[in-house]
């Protein structure tokens, strides 16, 4: 981690797709930069390019030209080990549906992360309770996600990104699927939690009641990323 660098910055980040004979310019130069602590929404119609952008700020894809740095640390010229380490240990998603283990409870979904990465069955327990409480289902602990309603399920996902301790959480649509008063119930949760640890984030959505709320907006229009107010 390098001290005082942006969370997520990305410099001249270009991404194409063949489509038949066609060439799809969905990014073009698209730069942007999220400081830590920062909770940035971005917004776009259907289309625009932000799961793309998401997806290279997540280390999932490559641009095809420009750089995407985490913390300071360029991520193009890393090998597929070396992202895979980085996302691990830097990044959390956050996606639009919940994808909780059915088998588990929801304290085990937000154990299991920490014991993959190699934390004790205590210590994940604890920090899983901790992490439930900030989002008001330590009651519901002991529940398997068959018994959660919609918006608790997505407040477990949430909770299970930050299990890590990530410094940049990624939400692509995190209350897309979700009535109105549950997505704003959620919305609360995931700026309460995001504020609490002090991370960096980052959200896509179509929610611009969300977005307003977030601290700033950026727009990606044209394949470039265009400041917003919020």
Do not use: W
């Amino acid at each position: 981690m390098n001290e005082g660098a942006p969370a997520l910055e990305l410099r001249d980040a270009m991404r194409t797709f063949r489509q038949g004979g066609t060439t799809l310019e969905v990014l073009r130069a698209a730069n942007l930069s999220i400081a830590p602590g920062e909770i940035v929404a971005l917004v776009g119609p259907s289309g625009a390019g932000k799961s793309t952008l998401l997806h290279l700020a997540g280390l999932l894809e490559r641009p095809d030209s420009g750089e995407v740095l985490l913390d300071g640390i360029a991520c193009g010229a890393l090998g597929d080990l070396e992202r895979t380490r980085l996302r691990r240990a830097h990044l959390g998603f956050v996606y639009q549906f919940h994808h909780l283990l059915p088998e588990f409870s929801a304290l085990e979904n937000v154990m299991l992360p920490q014991m993959i990465a190699g934390l004790g069955k205590r210590e994940a327990r604890n920090r899983a309770l901790e992490l439930l409480r900030m989002v008001g289902l330590e009651p519901r602990a002991d529940h398997r996600p068959a018994r959660l309603s919609g918006g608790e399920q997505q407040r477990v996902a949430i909770v299970r990104a930050l299990a890590n301790a990530p410094r940049l959480l990624l939400g692509d649509e995190p209350t897309g699927n979700l009535d109105q008063h549950t997505a704003a119930d959620v919305t609360d949760a995931l700026l309460r939690v995001v504020r609490r640890t002090g991370l960096a984030a980052l959200i896509a959505t179509h929610n611009l009641d969300l977005a307003r709320r977030l601290d700033r907006v950026l727009v990606l229009e044209d394949g470039l990323v265009v400041s917003r107010k919020p």
